[in-house]
């Protein structure tokens, strides 16, 4: 997220000195048609008039009061903010491909809604966070390791449809496997963090909280998605599938983390918001760019300058 503000905005009154120049601006030209009525002939006046085009004046007048405004809110030392983490993060996204995400108690399906929800978390997220990406069902695989570049994360994980699911779910081996990928290279102050996004209950692999404490021992929070509605859904060759919320928020709880239950698209973006501050430990910084509008506004004020004594000189 950005912010905008100023270090000093009372020096916000200098913009001022704009009425002050609409005043000799019409001064001016007050005075310039009395010395155009001194004119002995019609023709000559009509003449001189039409050299002095409205486009000129508008467009001099349109720079200038850009050049004035640029530079007002230079000497107020403006500034954005900026959200960054407090301290690197890697992050992977386990992401359940079992054939229970093909279930329609989301439109259009859980599948897609959770798709297209993580892109756009994706998306948002800091550049500086490294993200991977892992899909697991019966068993597990990490699809991207956890990188800055977002455009792999994403290709993989909007090329994802019904085809590509399978049976099973294997949360504790999603967990363990993910783990072990956020090892991989760790750095002492890093932040690692697991977002564990599944529709079911786990059936297959390691256990869930097994795998939670091998998490916890190496300092690794996870944040549980639930999805689906309550009363569960029916899929392919008649299974109701449910989700086993209780290992999903002991997950959460045994590893610091939090569980969340999305049951719309609209619960999955609120839930990727909260996250940017509960999982990426952001902060606010300020950075001033009174150098840009100061470059911006002296540019401006040169342009000025030339067009007034070359370009527009008849408008004078």
């Given at each position: 997220m950005y912010g905008f503000g100023f270090e000093w905005p009372w020096a916000l009154v200098l913009i001022l000195v704009l009425p002050l120049f609409a005043y000799y601006e019409r001064y001016f030209s007050v005075q310039k048609r009395v010395k155009a009525a001194k004119f002995s002939r019609i023709e000559l006046l009509e003449k001189a008039v039409s050299e002095t085009t409205d486009y000129k004046r508008k467009t001099f007048v349109i720079l200038f009061v850009m050049a004035v405004l640029t530079g007002v809110m230079a000497s107020a030392r403006p500034y954005v903010s900026i959200e960054v983490p407090v301290s690197p993060v890697k992050l992977m996204l386990a992401f359940d491909t079992s054939i229970s995400m093909?279930?329609?108690?989301?439109?259009?399906?859980?599948?897609?809604?959770?798709?297209d929800t993580a892109v756009e978390f994706i998306k948002k997220a800091p550049d500086s966070i490294r993200i991977g990406l892992e899909y697991f069902y019966g068993s597990s695989y990490v699809a991207v390791a956890p990188t800055e570049d977002r455009h792999k994360v994403i290709s993989s994980l909007s090329k994802l449809e019904i085809t590509d699911l399978y049976p099973g779910t294997a949360i504790g081996s999603?967990?363990?496997a993910a783990v072990n990928t956020l090892s991989i290279d760790r750095q002492e102050n890093n932040t690692l963090v697991i977002i564990l996004l599944t529709d079911g209950?786990?059936?297959?692999?390691?256990?869930?909280?097994?795998?939670a404490k091998i998490a916890k021992n190496e300092k690794i929070k996870i944040f549980t998605i639930g999805i689906g509605s309550h009363e569960g859904a029916f899929v392919r060759g008649g299974y109701l599938v449910t989700l086993d919320e209780g290992t999903l928020m002991e997950i959460a709880n045994i590893t610091g983390g939090k569980y969340f239950r999305a049951k719309?698209?609209?619960?999955?973006?609120?839930?990727?918001?909260?996250?940017?501050?509960?999982?990426?430990?952001?902060?606010?910084?300020?950075?001033?760019?009174?150098?840009?509008l100061s470059g911006i506004s002296l540019f401006l004020f040169l342009l000025v300058v030339?067009?007034?004594i070359s370009v527009f000189r008849p408008i004078f």
């Amino acid at each position: 997220m950005y912010g905008f503000g100023f270090e000093w905005p009372w020096a916000l009154v200098l913009i001022l000195v704009l009425p002050l120049f609409a005043y000799y601006e019409r001064y001016f030209s007050v005075q310039k048609r009395v010395k155009a009525a001194k004119f002995s002939r019609i023709e000559l006046l009509e003449k001189a008039v039409s050299e002095t085009t409205d486009y000129k004046r508008k467009t001099f007048v349109i720079l200038f009061v850009m050049a004035v405004l640029t530079g007002v809110m230079a000497s107020a030392r403006p500034y954005v903010s900026i959200e960054v983490p407090v301290s690197p993060v890697k992050l992977m996204l386990a992401f359940d491909t079992s054939i229970s995400m093909e279930a329609a108690d989301m439109e259009p399906n859980r599948l897609i809604a959770a798709r297209d929800t993580a892109v756009e978390f994706i998306k948002k997220a800091p550049d500086s966070i490294r993200i991977g990406l892992e899909y697991f069902y019966g068993s597990s695989y990490v699809a991207v390791a956890p990188t800055e570049d977002r455009h792999k994360v994403i290709s993989s994980l909007s090329k994802l449809e019904i085809t590509d699911l399978y049976p099973g779910t294997a949360i504790g081996s999603a967990i363990d496997a993910a783990v072990n990928t956020l090892s991989i290279d760790r750095q002492e102050n890093n932040t690692l963090v697991i977002i564990l996004l599944t529709d079911g209950e786990s059936n297959q692999g390691l256990l869930p909280l097994s795998a939670a404490k091998i998490a916890k021992n190496e300092k690794i929070k996870i944040f549980t998605i639930g999805i689906g509605s309550h009363e569960g859904a029916f899929v392919r060759g008649g299974y109701l599938v449910t989700l086993d919320e209780g290992t999903l928020m002991e997950i959460a709880n045994i590893t610091g983390g939090k569980y969340f239950r999305a049951k719309s698209k609209n619960d999955f973006r609120s839930i990727y918001k909260e996250l940017r501050t509960s999982a990426f430990s952001l902060e606010k910084r300020k950075c001033e760019i009174t150098a840009v509008l100061s470059g911006i506004s002296l540019f401006l004020f040169l342009l000025v300058v030339y067009l007034g004594i070359s370009v527009f000189r008849p408008i004078f």
